[in-house]
C-alpha cells in the first residue's frame, strides 16, 4: 500500500473511530445532563457555567499552541517533544496561579461569591489540560482516535457517572459538577499518556531551531479571538442576568453545543493530522473538505433542524418543566451548530494550504461586531442574545467557508452540488417532526411521549427521504460511506450500501 492510500485509510478509521467514539459521548453526555440537570437545577447549573467560562479562557493560556505544532510539524523528534512538556508544565502552573488568586475580582465581576471557592478548586484544570495536551496531540498526529476516545470515554464515565451523580445524589450541589470535572480531567492525563507514552523531560530550548513556539503564539491569539466569538455572550449574560437565567441559557447552550463540539473535534484533527502530511496536494485537500460538509450537511444538519423545531417538547421531555423556559433559548442555538459545524471543517483546510493568518485577520471584525451586538442584546432579553449568537455563526461560517473556498479554488456551484441533498433532507425531516409534535400533543399529556414520537418522526424522515431519493447523496459522501460500511460487519455492511445508496455507490467507485 502506497503511503497516500495508508493515509486514506488512516483517515477513513479516524473517522469512523472518532464517529464512534462521538456518538457514544455525545449519548452519555445527554444522559449524564438530564440526570444532574433535574437532581440540581437551574442555579447551580449556572455557578457551574460561570465557572467553566473563566477554565476555557484560562486554558488557552495553559496551551499556548506549542503542543498543537506537533500536529503541524512534518518530523517531530524526541527533543520537540520534551521542549513542549516542559513548557506545558511551566506556563499550566503560572495559569493555575493567576486563576487561583482572580478568584475573588473573578467572582465579584460575575456578582456571585460562591464562585471564589469554586474557581480556586476548579483552578487545578488549567494545569491539567496542559500537561495531558502532548499526549493528545501525539496520538491525534498519528490518527490513532481509537485510543482517544477510549481514554476519553472511560473518563467521563468515572468522572460524571461514578463522581458526580452520587455527589448531586448526597446534596453536594455545585461540588457535583466540579468533583466530576475534576476526575474526569485528571483520569483523561493519565489514560492519554498511557497511550502515548511520550519522552518526559526538562529542556527549555531544543538543540536545533524550531518554529513550535512561532506557530504556537499564533494558534493563541488565533484561539483568543475564537473564545472571544464563542464565550462573549455567556461571559455577559453572567455579568447581567442571575444564576438561574445562566444555568437556562447554559443548558440550552451544553444540550447542542456537546455533541457538536465533540463532532467538530473529531473531524477537525482528522482533517488537520491527515491533511498536513498532503498539504501541497491541493485536489486532494478539496475532496476532503467536500466530502465532510457533505456527510456532515446529509446527517447532522437535519437533527439540530429537529431539535429547534421541537425545542419545548425535548426541554420538556428530557429535563422536566422547572426547565421549560429555556425553550425560546435553545431554538436560535440549535439552528447554529450547524454553521458552526461548516466553519469548524473549513478552518483546519484554510491552515494547511498555506493561510493560517487568514482565520486571525478574518475574524477580528467579526469578534469586534459581536462583542458589540451581544452587549446591545443582553439588555433587551435572553432570546436576543441567542438570536445574536445564530447571526453571528452564520457570517462567521459564510466569511470562513467562503474562504478556505477561494483558497483551494471549490466554486460555490461544487458546495452547493454536495451540500444541496443534505439540505433537502433537513427540511423533510424537520417537517416531518413538526407534524408528528403536534398530532403526539392531541393524543398525549406525557412530555416525553411527545420527545419519543419526534425522534421517531425523525429517523423516519431522514430515512424515507434517502431511500425516496437516492441521487440526494453526493458522489463524495456516498463514496466515503461506501468505505466505512465495508469496515462494518459484512451483512451490515451490504444492507447499508443496498438501504441507502443503491446504485449511487456504483457510480462513485
Not at 437532581?39 to 477554565?55: C, Q
Not at 520534551?82 to 493567576?98: D, E, M, N, S
Not at 452564520?394 to 452540488?417: E, W, Y
Not at 420527545?451 to 427521504?465: E, H, M
Request: with cysteine; charged share 15%; hydrophobic share 55%.
Amino acid at each position: 500500500m502506497d503511503k497516500k492510500a495508508n493515509l486514506s485509510s488512516k483517515g477513513i478509521s479516524a473517522v469512523f473511530w472518532g464517529g464512534f467514539g462521538s456518538v457514544i459521548r455525545t449519548l452519555l453526555q445527554i444522559g449524564t445532563q438530564v440526570v444532574l440537570a433535574r437532581l440540581l437545577g437551574p442555579v447551580e447549573y449556572g455557578i457551574f457555567a460561570i465557572a467553566t467560562v473563566i477554565l476555557t479562557f484560562s486554558k488557552f493560556f495553559s496551551d499556548i499552541g506549542i503542543s498543537y505544532g506537533l500536529i503541524q510539524k512534518k518530523e517531530v523528534s524526541d527533543d520537540d517533544i520534551r521542549f513542549v512538556f516542559t513548557w506545558q508544565v511551566v506556563i499550566g502552573l503560572v495559569v493555575a496561579t493567576v486563576v487561583f488568586f482572580l478568584s475573588h475580582p473573578l467572582a465579584g465581576f460575575f456578582n456571585e461569591q460562591r464562585l471564589v471557592d469554586v474557581i480556586q478548586v476548579s483552578s487545578v484544570i488549567c494545569l491539567l489540560n496542559a500537561i495531558s495536551s502532548p499526549s493528545l496531540n501525539l496520538l491525534k498526529r498519528d490518527l490513532d482516535f481509537k485510543s482517544i476516545q477510549a481514554s476519553q470515554l472511560s473518563a467521563y464515565v468515572i468522572g460524571y457517572v461514578f463522581v458526580g451523580i452520587p455527589m448531586a445524589m448526597a446534596g453536594h450541589q455545585v461540588w457535583a459538577l466540579i468533583g466530576a470535572f475534576i476526575t474526569t480531567e485528571t483520569l483523561n492525563f493519565f489514560l492519554l499518556y498511557r497511550h502515548s507514552r511520550h519522552p518526559i523531560g526538562i529542556l527549555f530550548k531544543p538543540k536545533e531551531k524550531s518554529d513550535l513556539l512561532s506557530y504556537g503564539f499564533k494558534v493563541l491569539a488565533t484561539n483568543i479571538i475564537n473564545w472571544i466569538i464563542n464565550n462573549i455572550d455567556r461571559v455577559l449574560i453572567g455579568r447581567m442576568f442571575p444564576a438561574a437565567q445562566v444555568g437556562l441559557y447554559s443548558l440550552s447552550y451544553n444540550l447542542v453545543s456537546s455533541p457538536a463540539l465533540t463532532i467538530i473535534g473529531v473531524i477537525q484533527s482528522a482533517l488537520f493530522s491527515a491533511s498536513a502530511r498532503v498539504q501541497d496536494d491541493h485536489a486532494r485537500l478539496r475532496r476532503a473538505l467536500l466530502t465532510m460538509i457533505g456527510v456532515v450537511t446529509l446527517l447532522l444538519f437535519p437533527v439540530f433542524a429537529g431539535i429547534a423545531a421541537a425545542s419545548d417538547s425535548v426541554l420538556h421531555g428530557l429535563y422536566g418543566e422547572k426547565w421549560l423556559a429555556a425553550a425560546e433559548l435553545l431554538r436560535p442555538i440549535a439552528l447554529a451548530m450547524p454553521l458552526y459545524l461548516l466553519l469548524g471543517m473549513a478552518t483546519p483546510l484554510l491552515w494547511v494550504s498555506g493561510h493560517t493568518h487568514k482565520e486571525f485577520v478574518i475574524q477580528i471584525p467579526v469578534a469586534i461586531g459581536f462583542v458589540a451586538a451581544a452587549a446591545l442584546a443582553a439588555t433587551i432579553s435572553l432570546e436576543a442574545v441567542a438570536w445574536t449568537v445564530f447571526a453571528m455563526y452564520f457570517i462567521r461560517a459564510a466569511i470562513i467557508v467562503g474562504t478556505t473556498c477561494r483558497a483551494l479554488k471549490i466554486t460555490m456551484q461544487d458546495l452547493f452540488s454536495v451540500m444541496a441533498g443534505g439540505l433537502v433532507a433537513t427540511v423533510t425531516t424537520a417537517l416531518a417532526i413538526i407534524a408528528a409534535d403536534l398530532a403526539a400533543r392531541q393524543l398525549s399529556d406525557a412530555p416525553i411521549a411527545w420527545l419519543i414520537a419526534d425522534v421517531a418522526a425523525g429517523g423516519i424522515g431522514l430515512l424515507s427521504t434517502l431511500v425516496l431519493f437516492p441521487r440526494l447523496v453526493d458522489d463524495h459522501v456516498a463514496e466515503l460511506f461506501g468505505k466505512v460500511a465495508s469496515r462494518l460487519p459484512a451483512r451490515t455492511g451490504e444492507w447499508v450500501q443496498r438501504l441507502l445508496f443503491r446504485g449511487q455507490l456504483k457510480r462513485s467507485v
